[in-house]
């Protein structure tokens, strides 16, 4: 989906729970619940590929050397 390049995981969370409750309603036809079912589907591929990507470069950023103390700015030792 060539939306999804371009779009920020948390558009992506968001449309995905949009969906979500569009679908509980059950007000959609078949058709349209197919297609908002498959949106969804490749939404949550996205989503969990972009959560991969993220986990891998901290452990990255992580295992280089120091960790940085994020809330006081200071390096914390291992």
Not at 37 to 58: A, D, M, P, T, Y
């Amino acid at each position: 989906m060539e939306r999804e390049k371009l779009m920020k995981f948390e558009e992506a969370i968001k449309r995905l729970e949009e969906i979500v409750r569009i679908l509980e309603k059950g007000e959609v036809s078949l058709d349209d619940s197919l297609s908002l079912f498959e949106e969804g589907v490749q939404l949550r591929k996205f989503c969990s590929k972009r959560l991969s990507e993220v986990e891998r470069k901290i452990r990255m950023i992580t295992e280089e050397g120091d960790v940085i103390d994020v809330d006081r700015g200071e390096e914390k030792e291992d």
